[in-house]
């Protein structure tokens, strides 16, 4: 995002890993479902907002809401090692990001989604109406 710019970034069931949003102008960003597992991805702002619900924003080490309100226990929100599958390996593309069966994402996410199986709909990319466990 460029300095002087108004963003706003609408995410729905998306695992994030890596990724980097932030300066100081203001900008908004929306998330209900997400998956975050801090593997050097950020969100932060000194003007910004950030509106979560049913999301999960967990880093092994380190603060996740830098300069923003931290939403973890508010509107579902939760901050928990999400338990992938297979997180080894240098290249994140040939990691497995579907959640393991211990994960507590499993059944974490908007009431108001089902899952295919008709139970509460997983926090991340593979909850929800067109969830994916295999």
Do not use: K
């Amino acid at each position: 995002m460029r300095r002087g710019c108004s963003t706003t970034i609408l995410q729905r069931n998306v695992t994030n890993s890596g990724n980097l949003l932030g300066h100081g102008e203001p900008r908004g960003q929306e998330s209900e479902n997400d998956g975050a597992d801090g593997r050097g991805g950020a969100i932060f702002g000194s003007n910004g907002s950030l509106d979560s619900a049913s999301s999960n924003a967990w880093d092994d080490g380190s603060e996740v809401f830098a300069g923003l309100p931290d939403p973890p226990g508010t509107e579902g929100n939760i901050s928990v090692d999400p338990r992938f599958v297979d997180t080894t390996g240098d290249d994140p593309l040939a990691w497995d990001l579907h959640l393991a069966s211990d994960s507590p994402l499993i059944d974490a996410g908007d009431p108001t989604i089902l899952d295919p199986d008709g139970s509460r709909s997983d926090i991340g990319a593979y909850g929800g109406p067109g969830g994916d466990w295999e």
